[in-house]
Nanobody, 117 residues
Framework: QVQLVESGGDLVQPGGSLRLSCAAS????????MGWYRQAPGKQRELVATITSGGGTNYADSVKGRFTISRDNAKNMVYLQLNSLKPEDTAVYYCNALVAPGWRTYWGQGTQVTVSS
């Protein structure tokens, strides 16, 4: 069993920045891909960014050039740097991990990001 715990969500003004963190814990596992997804009120959960164990990244078009995903494999951590935030970035941000053995997907409980003046 793997647990994911996010932190770093906050209320920030438009144009501001935040850094989200996600810590994976458990035993007997290895993480292939980690990612961030978000869900705004009344909308479906959507991909924000993913990163493989080798460092390959993928971003949603809406966040390219503004958000940066990174990870520390030794600490089983993944981060999301959010810059130039817009009101439309307001959502609950969820951490996701694809884990071996078994290639199961795990989710964190989410952290709220609110962009408002």
């Amino acid at each position: 069993q793997v647990q994911l715990v996010e932190s770093g969500g906050d209320l920030v003004q438009p144009g501001g920045s935040l850094r989200l963190s996600c810590a994976a814990s458990g035993s007997g596992f290895s993480i292939h891909t980690m990612g961030w997804y978000r869900q705004a009120p009344g909308k479906q959960r959507e991909l924000v960014a993913t990163i493989t164990s080798g460092g390959g990244t993928n971003y949603a078009d809406s966040v390219k050039g503004r958000f940066t995903i990174s990870r520390d494999n030794a600490k089983n951590m993944v981060y999301l740097q959010l810059n130039s935030l817009k009101p439309e970035d307001t959502a609950v941000y969820y951490c996701n991990a694809l884990v071996a053995p078994g290639w199961r997907t795990y989710w964190g409980q989410g952290t709220q990001v609110t962009v408002s003046s």
